[in-house]
Every structure is written in C-alpha cells, then in structure tokens.
Antibody, heavy 118, light 108 residues
C-alpha cells in the first residue's frame, strides 16, 4: 500500500523550531518529487515547499523562505521539514505529499499539526 | 503568483443533481497543470483530476474536468451522498503551486 506518515508536530512557542518527518512506503520514494502542503484551521490549502528527487533543487513559498528547510533521505525513504522562527500564522496541519503527473499531488499523508502559541 | 478564484463559495444541491464548480485563474494556466481535489472533514485531500481533464486512479467517471486558459470546470454528473465535501483547484507554474480557496458542496 502506498503510504505517507507524518510525525513531529506539536505545540511550540513563537520563535521556536520543530522538525517534521514523513515516512514513505509502498513506492519508489527516490523517483518522486516531494512536497509539504499546509492547512491552517478552517482554511484552505497552501503549498509550502518541494524538493527534487536527488535534492539538487528545492523551492519555497515566499512566506517561509529563510525559515523553513526541506530535505530528504532516499536511503530511509523519508522527507523532512525543518521549521524555524515559527510564527502564529504557521499554525496548521502540515501534509507530506507526493508529486504526481502534470504538477499535481497524488498521494497525501494524514498530516501533522503544528500549533504556534505562547 | 497565479491566483485561483473558485465559485461559488458554497453550492447547495440534492443527491442525483448535477454539480458544476468553477475555477478562474488570474493568468493563463497550462491546461496540463491544473488539478482538482476533494476534501472531507478530518481527512486529507484526495486527487480527483489532473491535467485539467484526466481522472486520477480510482475516481468514478461521474467526475469530469474541462477548461483551458483561465477558466476551468469540475463537473459531477449525478451527485452521490459521499460527494458532499470541499473541492479545491490547484495549478503549477514556474516552480510554484497555488490553490483556490475552495468550494463547499453541501446537501440541500
């Protein structure tokens, strides 16, 4: 079964950091671009970052540039998101997603919640 | 950044009816880079349509996508009870992705 399982979310104070992880299974992880997409409570979806199969390229939404870092370990079938200098507006469910055909996202994890609050 | 505007915000229909959801882009979108998703409460989104008109694996044929340029449509031919959910369109261009704000499809 193709699966993505996120972990690492939690409650953190403004200015704090977390490392989100995503464990992939059921497919050849090293063959796919991967992304993080987030959803604030009661709001819509926002793409956060993506990373090429070999880590040679990555891209970010402007609001997280310089604060978030996406990485991957193909040997461990894992995707990561280091989130630093967290703000209240970063509060959201963070989804690990697989890049699909034509720029779509074809497989989604169940999400991990990040809450930024004092 | 390409802004996607979905309409209506909420659509109230009955099972068996036809649903037509709209997604309008602020700039032209390559037809091959437009997707639609369904999200039910407490669940992750699910890919329905990619490339503007291709159904994802396992998606029933009552779901169809169409459009080009700046105007795209998701049509559900005959609504089933499980189709009532929030629907998002999404585009990809120049290493950036954006989503529409969503259309809530509710039971009338």
């Amino acid at each position: 079964e193709v699966q993505l399982v996120e972990s690492g979310g939690g409650l953190v104070q403004p200015g704090g950091s977390l490392r989100l992880s995503c464990a992939a299974s059921g497919f050849t992880f090293s063959s796919y671009w991967m992304s993080w997409v987030r959803q604030a409570p009661g709001k819509g979806l926002e793409w956060v970052a993506n990373i090429k199969v070999d880590e040679s390229e990555n891209f970010y939404v402007d609001s997280v540039k310089g604060r978030f870092t996406i990485s991957r370990d193909n040997a461990k079938n894992s995707l990561y998101l280091q989130v630093n200098s967290l703000r209240a507006e970063d509060t959201a469910v963070y989804y690990c997603v697989r890049g699909g055909s034509h720029g779509s996202f074809d497989i989604w994890g169940q999400g991990t919640m990040v809450t930024v609050s004092s | 950044e390409i802004v996607l505007t979905q309409s209506p915000g909420t659509l109230s229909l009955s099972p068996g009816e036809r649903a037509t959801l709209s997604c309008r882009a602020s700039q032209s979108v390559s037809s091959s880079r437009l997707a639609w998703y369904q999200q039910k409460p407490g669940q992750a989104p699910r890919l329905l349509i990619y490339g503007a008109s291709s159904r994802a694996t396992g998606i029933p044929d009552r779901f169809s996508g169409s459009g080009s340029g700046t105007d795209f449509t998701l049509t559900i031919s005959r609504l089933e009870p499980e189709d009532f959910a929030v629907y998002y369109c999404q585009q990809y261009r120049s290493s950036s992705y954006t989503f529409g704000q969503g259309t809530k499809l509710e039971i009338k």
